[in-house]
Every structure is written in structure tokens, then in C-alpha cells.
């Protein structure tokens, strides 16, 4: 069964960063396909990056050149380096992981973690 844990959220000030971490077990990376979404309070969940096993990688319009998504494979471990936080990027921020090719579209992942929650104050 595939697990996904999140950690290092935290509350920091406009234009400062965090890196989350999501820790995967019960699945060989190679077969997937793992993401990042946010949830703000009153607003729908949304894509903000993806990267498969062939190192592709997709990001949001709204976070591109700020955020980064990595993967450790030895360390079964997927990351988002945020840098540059804006107020507008607080939320609660998801792990997910899904088969085949880069997607920001949520139905098309299949597990989920629990989230991380960030906040950004201006």
C-alpha cells in the first residue's frame, strides 16, 4: 500500500522559503508519477508541480521560476524548494503520486498524503 507523509511547512514572511518533504513508501518510484497540489481555504485544490521517473517535470503558471520540484530515488523522498513565498501561495500543500507521464490535473493521481500546511504573511 502506498503511504505518503509530508513534512516542512511552517509560517514564514513574503518573500522568504521552505522545502517540503514527502516521504513515499510501498511503491518502486521508477512506476511513478509524483506531485504537489495546494488547497486554500474556500478554493479548489490545485496542481503546482509534478515530475516523473524520466526527470520531466510541469509547473503552474503562478509558481514557475519561485518553487522546484526534486526527488531523491535513494531516499524514496519527493521535495518543493519554495523560494520567493508570496501571501497568495499560502495553503495547504499535498504529496501525491500517480502512473505515467506529468500531470497537474488532481483526479489523475491516485494516492495522496495528508498535507503540510504554509503560511505567508506580508
Known amino acids: 500500500q502506498v503511504q505518503l507523509v509530508e513534512s516542512g511547512g511552517g509560517s514564514v514572511q513574503s518573500g522568504g522559503s521552505l522545502r517540503l518533504s514527502c516521504a513515499a513508501s510501498?511503491?518502486?518510484?521508477?512506476?511513478?508519477?509524483m506531485g504537489w497540489f495546494r488547497q486554500a481555504p474556500g478554493k479548489e485544490r490545485e496542481g503546482v508541480a509534478a515530475?516523473?521517473?524520466?526527470?520531466?517535470?510541469g509547473y503552474a503558471d503562478s509558481v514557475k521560476g519561485r518553487l522546484t520540484i526534486s526527488v531523491d530515488n535513494a531516499k524514496n523522498s519527493l521535495f518543493l524548494q519554495m523560494n520567493g513565498l508570496k501571501p497568495e501561495d499560502t495553503a495547504m500543500y499535498y504529496c501525491?503520486?500517480?502512473?505515467?507521464?506529468?500531470?497537474?490535473?488532481?483526479?489523475?493521481?491516485?494516492?495522496w498524503g495528508r498535507g503540510t500546511q504554509v503560511t505567508v504573511s506580508s
Open positions: 515530475i516523473d521517473s524520466d526527470g520531466s517535470t
Open positions: 501525491a503520486a500517480k502512473w505515467g507521464a506529468v500531470s497537474l490535473v488532481m483526479p489523475d493521481y491516485a494516492y
Open positions: 510501498g511503491y518502486t518510484y521508477s512506476s511513478y508519477c
